[in-house]
């Protein structure tokens, strides 16, 4: 087996922005020359998650709603009293989404579905530069 790590850098615009790195993942899988195995995609920080979506713009609202809904802004957080930087929220939401994900590949192309890509989403209030870690193992 062989094991090939990559990185690609992302800059978000911070609070629940939204970025498709279906195409750079594709690309790096296609590059390791490797014909199958799986990609673990893994996001840097405690505010930033990554999953996959249809990347569209109705679920591009959704998503976010449904997390404000999970874990509101306006409420009271403890992390915000130990750092006030406003920003519990953010990390609440990250965990719950998660910061990796796994997708198989096979002749050297990502089994994703038809309408699933790759996204990275950003939780924090801010925007940040954000390193992206893919590690691709297989033969």
């Given at each position: 087996?062989?094991?090939?790590?990559?990185?690609?850098?992302?800059?978000?615009?911070?609070?629940?922005?939204?970025?498709?790195?279906t195409?750079?993942?594709?690309k790096a899988v296609e590059d390791s020359e490797l014909k199958q195995g799986i990609v673990t995609i893994?996001?840097?920080g405690s505010t930033a998650a990554v999953t996959t979506?249809?990347?569209?713009?109705?679920l591009k609202t959704d998503f976010p709603?449904?997390?404000?809904?999970?874990a509101p802004k306006n409420i009271e957080?403890?992390?915000?009293?130990?750092?006030?930087?406003?920003?519990?929220?953010?990390?609440?939401?990250?965990s719950l989404v998660g910061p990796s994900l796994t997708i198989p590949f096979k002749d050297?192309?990502?089994?994703?579905?038809t309408w699933q890509q790759i996204v990275?989403?950003?939780?924090?209030?801010?925007?940040?530069?954000?390193?992206?870690i893919l590690q691709i193992m297989g033969e």
């Open positions: 087996m062989t094991i090939v790590t990559k990185n690609i850098q992302i800059r978000s615009r911070g609070g629940n922005d939204m970025i498709d790195i195409r750079s993942t594709s893994f996001v840097a979506i249809e990347f569209e713009p109705g709603k449904m997390l404000s809904r999970i957080y403890a992390h915000d009293k130990t750092w006030h930087d406003g920003n519990g929220h953010s990390h609440v939401r990250a050297n192309r990502l089994l994703l579905g990275v989403m950003e939780m924090d209030v801010r925007q940040r530069e954000r390193k992206i």
